[in-house]
């Protein structure tokens, strides 16, 4: 049966690190379910990119192992606070992560 990152991390948040980028933590409780969504690369550049509309180039994934976490960050397309930022924390910003589907 698939999975998704929903089904399987047991804390999915973003947050606004600086005015410029958002970040994004996968974690995971269970080594072989995080190994498992590591080893499957769903969670990668290019599908993150299209998901949020932003340049491959530019969004950044890195896989911790000890913490038993996935990282993603890239540029907000707006700057904190200003007159367009519709997302002021970030808090909400990681729901297009959730659904992302990992193989058996």
């Given amino acids: 049966m698939v999975k998704t990152i929903g089904d399987l991390a047991v804390l999915v948040r973003s947050k606004d690190v600086t005015p410029l980028w958002w970040t994004f933590e996968i974690m995971f409780d269970d080594v072989e379910v995080y190994e ?3 080893d499957s690369h769903v969670i990668n550049r290019e ?3 299209h ?3 932003q340049d491959p180039k530019k969004v950044i994934v890195v896989n911790y192992d000890a913490a038993l976490a996935v990282k993603v960050s890239f540029p907000r397309s ?7 930022d519709n ?3 970030g808090s909400q ?4 992560l ?3 589907q990992v193989p058996d």
């Avoid at 707006?78 to 367009?84: D, I, R, T, V």
């Avoid at 910003?93 to 297009?96: N, R, S, W």
């Fill in 36 to 38: 498992r969504v590591r």
């Fill in 47 to 49: 599908d993150v990119a």
């Fill in 51 to 53: 998901k949020f509309d």
């Fill in 78 to 84: 707006q700057m904190f606070e200003s007159k367009l």
């Fill in 87 to 89: 997302d002021v924390y």
């Fill in 93 to 96: 910003q990681y729901a297009p």
């Fill in 98 to 100: 959730l659904d992302l």
